[in-house]
């Protein structure tokens, strides 16, 4: 059915290709068989909206054809596919990926859960009793009050009670996602200078 | 570490290659159109628009709401720009016929600029939809402000009554930081609306128009009038968002939309410099686009089979140097028929006209048989 | 050589559909408007149509793949290079050929990826490379899928070219044998000025650097030249050595997935120092932590924990029971438990080391080295109860710590701070950043 369709387009086409050289390079053999000044005299040709209309006509269904015909052509056999690497082998610390990720999903939902700061309090209360040499009770008083790094939003997410500015407060509503991610990494890494720095101390 | 996989994502030197054909061409086409600024402001709310996009896919609904809200103003002040500089303020009834080709080059400089964008953020044109509400979404209050303002209590209370149920219809849609920075807005604007009214007035060209104008405002308020343009930049980004959700989701745009929108972008403004009558510029950036949109191919069935990890330098610079003569090779056969035509005479004969009539109906026919 | 033409075909959607688009829309548009230069310009597209027509994808016929391993033998969870290489021995230039190589399902691409894409000229060749990790047994791999497209890479013709060169990868853990550099043998005590009781000492040449990166990771060179980071002993120990490998459940993960986990590795380090050791004439045993003494191969002696322990010694039965043991230990070590353990608090009540019952098996004053990478509590405390009881303590620890992902970085710095501790009660501890190669040498014998 298509390939009819298709075959008769490309006739019609073609003869008209055809009858447009003739009657470039010899108009007066063609005028003798074809009323030339009658067709052209027709609204389709001699009033603007006319030509306008028909040639936009033609040129809309060719470029609807083409859309229609491009869709169902036989892709083939495919490549094996790309296979991303399996996401559900365990890697180390995966649970507490797990757990930003949730805390970030709940970020961006509006929720209030947090699954990772407790963890990550204990993280800095063990790396400040290992730096410091003070005991636990110490140290987890001054994680709870902010003061164990200089690092503000490290220090802010840790501490008891929201001790956050108004414009750092707006950027997490702003950017839920973005801000529960920029948090964790940034209390990491503060973690991991208290770390760095006992050993360039140590070094010295 | 982000767990996105990069399998499926076009190979990156060609991709590269293609936005960079892309944003040249149109930029080179603005210049040559004389039309440079408004391609650049195209250009910048396309981006804009892709970051609001970005935003939506992150939940960002309120920065994602006022980026697509910046990208709508940018669109219409390149529409205002254009328009102004040829009609005197305030336009008035009918509105003589424009020049399409500046308002051509402001839509292919939104479509290279977000494809440009889509493509380097991996952008999925489904995104699309969500950054448009989210722009619905900031110009909520903005509306209803300049609705309540225009109508006065009369119109308060419809508002408040629809305001009630979409809240109570739909909670779970509503999005509590877009609509708060809409109504952020709100607030400069009730500072400021007179002022701008009394601007708006005194730069009337002639005393019909200041007329119109001022009846116009005694209609609306001052703050309904400023709303209402207020609001007409994020529907007019929601429109293109939308209008690409559309492409995407009727097969238009395949796996790698961004580059496919840089190449038609870029095609478009090929279009509308031919329309300008800048000359043999037009052909080059024909070929142009269609180099943007064979690199683009390239680098998506390249991205899809091989993927990113994979070594296919080499491939890619002879693809890429292939693909560079191949549009070398048809500018130089476009030019050489451009300059036989020329060549041709030029008359109203019968025999031409029905000659070009036919010429062209059976090249279409031609065209659309072969495919 | 033979190749399986797998068919032939074109993009869908492909960008000579946009050609045509473009010709119409410029024949369109410049036919309403009267513009003869958009009428022209369709010539542009045009071109496009003709080249994709003129275009025919190179025959499949004219090439021949060749596969070579780095090594066709390796123990499981050493990595091997793979390189395939396309020789184009057709008199027409190949612009675009797709290479997809199939490596064994047992196998992981761990650098590099199984694919590239190619442009080859007559008489030239092109190769890409990549390696794979696998586990215990023999692996197969499958014939590459090769898909060529000619210069304007319009149409495709997809083929499965036969392959020449290795098709087996064999992971056994007797697969390497040591080059012993023979040289004079020395016992302990051999050397003046040793210090009695500490026959053994130790150092590691390279330091930790924090945040490497798994891109970071040369396994190709890992597996080239399978040298970088040294354990160095001074000397082989009087009362023998025993090499204590963990391969718990806290172990059995890896920096990222598909990568070997830090227990696979801990058998890697424990079966090089049992060659290097041994090869230089110590008295070796062996304990693996996590492995159930019935699961190895040939009968061995179990602790009271029930797990695997072979005395020192240096005969030929303990080389057979220690291969079996750490066979038997790799394959526990690249079972991945369907949940990742926890990072922190109640891990070691599930995977409990149990020092004591090691401790009822070593003879007085053997040296003990501890191959652990030390991602649980219990690891650090069982280090710590044998420095304790005054065995001279060596810890091995291989790393796959650190990334970018935040679970990998707080399990860093959580095993920094054991680290340190252990550090701080007078262990020494070499921390083996698993990008580079862990190579063991013994002094008296090279």
Redesign the interface.
Same mark, same amino acid.
Request: charged share 15%; hydrophobic share 55%.
């Given at each position: 059915m298509t390939d009819r369709r298709?075959?008769l387009? @490309?006739a019609? =086409?073609?003869?008209?290709?055809?009858?447009?050289? @003739?009657?470039?390079f010899a108009?007066g053999a063609?005028?003798s068989v074809l009323p030339?000044?009658a067709?052209?005299?027709s609204t389709a040709?001699s009033a603007a909206a006319g030509?306008v209309l028909?040639?936009g006509c033609? =040129?809309v269904?060719?470029l609807l054809?083409?859309?229609r015909?491009?869709?169902d052509e036989d892709p083939g056999p495919t490549?094996p596919p790309?296979?991303?690497?399996t996401?559900d082998e365990p890697v180390v610390g995966g649970d507490l990926d797990g757990d930003v990720e949730a805390t970030v999903e709940a970020a961006?939902? =509006?929720a209030d859960r947090d699954e990772v700061r407790s963890e990550l309090r204990s993280l800095a209360v063990d790396a400040l009793v290992h730096v410091d040499g003070c005991d636990r009770t110490t140290a987890r008083r001054r994680v709870e009050a902010g003061e164990w790094t200089d690092d503000p939003v490290a220090a802010a997410y840790l501490a008891d009670g929201s001790t956050e500015s108004l414009r750092r407060r707006l950027a997490a509503?702003?950017?839920?996602?973005?801000t529960t991610r920029r948090r964790v990494d940034r209390t990491i890494a503060a973690v991991e200078a208290l770390l760095d720095e006992r050993e360039r101390e140590r070094g010295r | 570490?982000?767990?996105a996989?990069a399998?499926?994502r076009p190979a990156r030197t060609t991709a590269a290659g293609s936005v960079a054909v892309g944003v040249v061409a149109t930029l080179g086409l603005g210049a040559a159109t004389g039309e440079t600024a408004v391609t650049a402001v195209g250009l910048a709310a396309g981006l804009a628009l892709a970051g609001a996009t970005r935003?939506a896919t992150?939940? +960002?609904t309120?920065?994602a709401g006022m980026l697509a809200a910046l990208g709508g103003g940018l669109g219409v002040a390149g529409v205002a720009a254009v328009t102004l500089a040829r009609v005197p303020w305030p336009p008035t009834l009918p509105v003589p016929f424009l020049p399409a080709a500046p308002f051509l080059l402001l839509l292919a400089g939104g479509l290279v600029g977000f494809g440009a964008a889509a493509t380097v953020w991996h952008l999925p044109p489904a995104a699309t939809g969500r950054a448009a509400v989210a722009g619905a979404t900031v110009a909520a209050a903005p509306a209803a402000a300049g609705v309540v303002a225009a109508g006065g209590l009369a119109a308060a209370v419809p508002v408040a009554v629809v305001a009630a149920g979409l809240v109570v219809a739909d909670r779970p849609a509503l999005d509590?930081?877009a609509l708060v920075a809409g109504a952020g807005l709100v607030v400069p604007l009730a500072v400021v609306d007179g002022r701008l009214a009394t601007v708006a007035v005194e730069a009337a060209a002639d005393e019909t128009r200041r007329r119109a104008l001022v009846d116009a405002l005694a209609v609306t308020g001052p703050l309904g009038a400023v709303a209402g343009v207020v609001v007409a930049a994020p529907a007019l980004a929601a429109g293109f968002l939308l209008a690409v959700r559309l492409a995407a989701d009727t097969? /238009?745009l395949?796996r790698v939309a961004g580059l496919q929108l840089v190449?038609a972008g870029t095609?478009l403004a090929?279009?509308a410099g031919?329309?300008a009558?800048t000359?043999?510029v037009? /052909?080059v950036g024909?070929?142009a686009?269609?180099l943007a949109?064979?690199l683009? +191919?390239?680098a998506a069935?390249?991205g899809? +089979?091989?993927?990113r990890?994979?070594?296919?330098r080499?491939? +890619?610079?002879?693809?890429v140097g292939?693909?560079v003569a /191949?549009a070398a090779?048809?500018?130089v056969?476009?030019v050489t028929?451009?300059g036989l035509?020329r060549t /041709?005479p030029?008359s109203g004969?019968?025999?031409?006209?029905?000659?070009?009539?036919?010429?062209?109906?059976?090249? !279409?026919?031609? !065209?659309?048989? !072969?495919? | 050589m033979t190749a399986a033409d797998a068919g032939t075909g074109s993009?869908p959607? %492909?960008?000579f559909?946009? &050609?045509?688009f473009?010709?119409?829309?410029?024949?369109? #548009?410049?036919?309403v408007?009267g513009?003869?230069?958009?009428? #022209?310009? &369709?010539? #542009?597209? %045009?071109?496009?149509?003709v080249?994709e027509a003129a275009a025919s994808p190179p025959s499949p016929g004219a090439v021949r793949v060749e596969r070579s391993l780095g090594s066709t033998a390796v123990p499981p969870g050493r990595p091997t290079t793979v390189t395939l290489t396309v020789a184009n021995e057709g008199d027409r230039p190949i612009?675009?050929?797709?290479l #997809?190589d199939r490596p064994p399902e047992g196998a992981t691409v761990v650098e %590099?990826?199984a694919?590239?894409?190619?442009?080859v000229r007559p008489g030239e060749t &092109?190769s890409?490379?990549y390696a794979v990790v696998a586990g215990h047994g023999d692996h197969e791999f499958d014939d590459p899928v090769a898909?060529f497209r000619s210069?304007?890479?319009a149409g495709w013709r997809t083929a499965r070219p036969s392959v020449d060169g290795d098709a087996t990868l064999s992971c056994r853990q007797a697969a390497e044998t040591p080059a012993v550099r023979s040289a004079a043998r020395r016992r302990a005590g051999a050397r003046a000025g040793d210090s009695p009781g500490r026959g053994v000492e130790f150092h590691s040449v390279r330091e930790y650097r924090r945040g490497d990166d798994?891109s970071r990771v040369d396994w190709r060179r890992y597996a080239k030249t399978g040298d970088l980071s040294t354990v160095d002993f001074r000397e082989p120990h009087a009362a023998g050595t025993v090499v204590v490998v963990d391969v718990r459940r806290p172990g059995r993960v890896g920096r990222?997935p598909g990568r070997p986990t830090a227990a696979t590795l801990s058998v890697d380090a424990a079966g090089r120092l049992f060659e290097r050791l041994s090869a230089a004439g110590d008295r070796i045993g062996l304990s693996a932590l996590g492995v159930a003494a019935a699961d190895v191969d040939v009968p061995v002696a179990g602790d009271r924990a029930d797990r695997p322990w072979v005395p020192p010694g240096d005969g030929e039965t303990t080389r057979t029971r220690t291969t079996a043991v750490l066979e038997a230990a790799a394959d526990v070590a690249a079972e991945r438990p369907s949940r990742p353990p926890p990072t922190v608090g109640d891990a070691g009540r599930r995977a409990p080391a149990r020092p004591g019952a090691l401790r009822a098996r070593l003879p007085g004053s053997a040296a003990v080295v501890v191959v652990t990478p030390l991602l649980d509590e219990e690891a650090a405390a069982l280090v710590e109860t044998l420095a304790g009881a005054d065995h001279p303590v060596l810890a091995v620890s291989p790393d796959v710590t650190g990334?970018?992902?935040p679970g990998?970085r707080v399990a860093g710095v959580e095993r920094r701070l054991r680290l340190e501790r252990l550090r701080a009660r007078g262990v020494e501890v070499v921390d083996w950043d698993v990008a580079e190669p862990l190579s063991v040498a013994v002094e008296g014998s090279a």
């Open positions: 298709r075959r387009g @490309g019609v =086409g073609a003869a008209a290709v055809v009858l447009a050289a @003739g009657l470039f108009p063609i005028g030339v000044s067709i052209a005299r040709l030509r028909a040639l033609v =040129g269904s060719c054809w083409i859309a015909v491009s869709g490549l790309l296979s991303a690497p996401a961006a939902a =509006g509503r702003l950017r839920p996602r973005r | 570490m982000s767990t996989p399998a499926g935003a992150d939940a +960002e309120a920065l509590g930081p097969g /238009l395949g190449a095609f090929a279009v031919g329309i009558g000359g043999v037009v /052909l024909v070929a686009a269609l949109w064979d683009g +191919e390239f069935t390249l899809r +089979e091989v993927g990890g994979g070594a296919s080499r491939g +890619e610079f002879v693809h292939g693909a /191949l090779v048809a500018v056969a476009a028929a451009a035509v /041709l030029a004969t019968p025999a031409t006209v029905v000659a070009a009539a036919a010429a062209a109906v059976g090249t !279409l026919l031609l !065209l659309a048989a !072969l495919r | 993009d959607g %492909g960008r559909d946009a &050609a045509a473009a010709a119409v829309t410029l024949l369109t #548009v410049g036919a408007l513009n003869g230069l958009l009428f #022209v310009a &369709a010539v #542009v597209p %045009g071109v496009y149509l080249a612009p675009d050929c797709r #997809v %590099g990826t694919r590239g894409c190619v442009s &092109a890409i490379s898909r210069l304007s890479a798994v990222a990334g970018d992902r990998g």
